[in-house]
């Protein structure tokens, strides 16, 4: 059972690139999320969804977009790579099942240079 | 709207001392309530949990009940050890609530 698997690790982008961070989960959770975490701090919420063709955004969605066409993938994009989007992110997805706990990928570490 | 509110850290301890992280929280009704912990380069997984008032979640020596009362959920443990250094949230989520809450998380090193 591979739970969520994020996709890079590791990236390195320049000012102006784009990307896509790739999210997967087997676990057929309806609700997926997407945090970062900037050094020495606690998370926050870029974007959410709550099943496929649903997305919403959290505390800090500008500059990402978001889609999820079916229940397993959630990728993020970054449009414009900026270097206020050098961070650690993480994709969660939890079951719709009330007071179950979040699980979290090993997180994709962006630098933007 | 809801909140958690974590002790400060860092936080440094010996080997086989006592740890506290102070946890509580803001919110209405009856939220679940969660510890996470990071090791360094990792993502967040669960160490334990607790869904109704007094109840008291465990997890690899660590330890937190759900206090309505003071509305809080201290994380505990009675020896630390060095592999325990890590990041710690905690956090909460409402039933049939779409987001998890978290703390702004507690880093803590155990020197040997």
């Known amino acids: 059972n591979a739970g969520v698997t994020q996709t890079p690790k590791f990236r390195i982008l320049k000012i102006g690139q784009s990307m896509t961070l790739q999210c997967a989960q087997d676990?057929?959770?309806?609700?997926m999320y997407w945090y970062r975490q900037d050094p020495g701090m606690g998370l926050k919420l870029i974007y959410y969804?709550?099943?496929?063709?649903?997305?919403d955004k959290g505390e800090v969605p500008n500059g990402y977009n978001v889609s999820r066409s079916t229940t397993e993938d959630f990728p993020l994009r970054l449009e414009l790579a900026a270097p206020s989007q050098t961070s650690v992110y993480f994709c969660?997805?939890?079951?719709?099942?009330?007071?179950?706990?979040?699980?979290f990928g090993q997180g994709t570490r962006l630098t933007v240079v | 709207g809801d909140s958690v509110t974590q002790m400060e850290g860092p936080v440094t301890l010996s080997e086989e001392a006592f740890l506290t992280i102070n946890c509580t929280y803001t919110a209405t009704g009856y939220p679940s309530l969660f510890w996470y912990v990071q090791y360094p380069g990792e993502g967040l997984q669960l160490l334990l949990k607790a869904t109704k008032a007094d109840d008291k979640g465990s997890n690899k020596g660590f330890e937190a009940t759900y206090r309505k009362e003071t509305t809080s959920f201290h994380l505990e443990k009675g020896s630390v050890q060095v592999s325990d250094s890590a990041v710690y949230f905690c956090a909460l989520s409402h039933q049939g609530a779409q987001k998890l809450v978290f703390g702004q998380g507690t880093r803590l090193t155990i020197n040997p």
């Open positions: 969804s709550v099943g496929a063709g649903i997305t």
């Open positions: 676990m057929n959770h309806n609700y």
């Open positions: 969660a997805s939890r079951t719709d099942v009330p007071n179950t706990e979040a699980f």
